[in-house]
């Protein structure tokens, strides 16, 4: 028994291997000094999902309040992404959000290939109402800034909120 559960992790992480783009920090020239230095310093690559997407995983947005611009960036390292959020594109002030094996967002392309399938992407006030009126899910709190969409290509998301120093799941696409 213990053979065939080695055979998995084994697979799991050949597949992984095989089915993702990294990218370096340095692919994204419009990140803060700062943020790129620290997530050199973490040892972050910046997975890209599979598909006619320009590069992504590193968004800029108002998370925390409407004035304030704060990034994103899906960050993995030995196998597992978080998305960390440098407050006001400080790299001194990083949340670390909704960690994740990275095979779990592996999934079969149409030819078959085991593909990684996480992007995020900024979202606001009429997605996110849009969102809760079709699919339903917890009521969303009065939103004044934006909120994170992490998503599982071609398949569902959710929207990452901070409301009153806390991370809502609200309802995204279903």
Same mark, same amino acid.
């Given at each position: 028994?213990?053979?065939?559960?080695?055979?998995?992790?084994?697979?799991?992480?050949?597949?992984?291997?095989?089915?993702?783009?990294?990218?370096?920090?340095?692919?994204?020239?419009?990140?803060?000094?700062?943020?790129? /230095?620290? @997530?050199?310093?973490?040892?972050? !690559?910046?997975?890209?999902? *599979?598909?006619?997407? &320009?590069?992504?995983?590193? =968004? $800029?947005?108002?998370?925390?309040?409407?004035?304030?611009?704060?990034?994103?960036?899906?960050?993995?390292?030995?196998?597992?992404? /978080?998305? @960390?959020?440098?407050?006001?594109? !400080?790299?001194?002030?990083? *949340?670390?959000?909704? &960690?994740?094996?990275?095979? =779990? $967002?592996?999934?079969?392309?149409?030819?078959?290939?085991?593909?990684?399938?996480?992007?995020?992407?900024?979202?606001?006030?009429?997605?996110?109402?849009?969102?809760?009126?079709?699919?339903?899910?917890?009521?969303?709190?009065?939103?004044?800034?934006?909120?994170?969409?992490?998503?599982?290509?071609?398949?569902?998301?959710?929207?990452?909120?901070?409301?009153?120093?806390?991370?809502?799941?609200?309802?995204?696409?279903?």
């Amino acid at each position: 028994m213990a053979r065939a559960s080695v055979f998995i992790l084994l697979a799991a992480v050949t597949i992984f291997g095989q089915g993702v783009r990294l990218l370096s920090p340095s692919a994204f020239p419009e990140l803060p000094a700062g943020v790129a /230095s620290e @997530l050199k310093r973490r040892g972050c !690559s910046i997975p890209q999902a *599979s598909g006619d997407f &320009p590069r992504h995983n590193a =968004i $800029r947005g108002h998370f925390a309040r409407p004035h304030q611009f704060d990034w994103a960036v899906l960050c993995s390292t030995r196998g597992s992404s /978080s998305i @960390l959020v440098f407050w006001n594109g !400080s790299a001194a002030n990083v *949340s670390s959000i909704e &960690p994740q094996a990275d095979h =779990i $967002r592996m999934q079969s392309n149409a030819a078959g290939k085991m593909v990684y399938s996480r992007k995020i992407e900024p979202v606001g006030k009429d997605y996110i109402g849009e969102h809760y009126r079709a699919y339903g899910g917890p009521e969303p709190p009065p939103i004044d800034h934006q909120g994170i969409n992490d998503i599982f290509v071609g398949k569902a998301s959710v929207v990452l909120y901070l409301y009153q120093g806390k991370w809502l799941h609200l309802t995204g696409a279903d």
